[in-house]
């Protein structure tokens, strides 16, 4: 069983950056397809990036595009979510979650992180 925790979350204005930090267990690092998902209230949660264990690929949301970078380490097991430019409307609940199927075969996730909250003031 795959254990994910998210760390990182908090408040920040406007323009600031955060990084999220997911740390897993329970399943060799390398062949897990890592990601993030975000749900704000009233909303669905939504995938904001991924990056795939086959080939390194990732994916990311139009709408953080350019702004967010996901990476992992795979010495230590981690995924990360560099966010920077931080605008009021990225205020949600960020999930990380994995998958042992390459990114582009992934119609649902597996493994899915409690949960780490980020509000961004404006």
């Known amino acids: 069983q795959v254990q994910l925790v998210e760390s990182g979350g908090g408040l920040v204005q406007a323009g600031a950056s955060l990084r999220l930090s997911c740390a897993a267990s329970g399943h060799t690092f390398t062949r897990l397809t890592m990601g993030w998902f975000r749900q704000a209230p009233g909303n669905e949660r939504d995938i904001v990036a991924a990056i795939s264990w086959n080939d390194g690929s990732t994916y990311y949301a139009g709408s953080v595009q350019g702004r967010f970078t996901i990476s992992r380490d795979n010495i230590r097991d981690t995924v990360y979510l560099q966010m920077n430019n931080l605008k009021p409307e990225d205020t949600a609940v960020y999930y990380c979650?994995?998958?042992?199927?390459?990114?582009?075969?992934?119609?649902?996730?597996?493994?899915w992180g409690q949960g780490t909250q980020v509000t961004v003031s404006s």
């Open positions: 979650v994995a998958d042992a199927r390459p990114y582009s075969m992934i119609t649902s996730w597996t493994y």
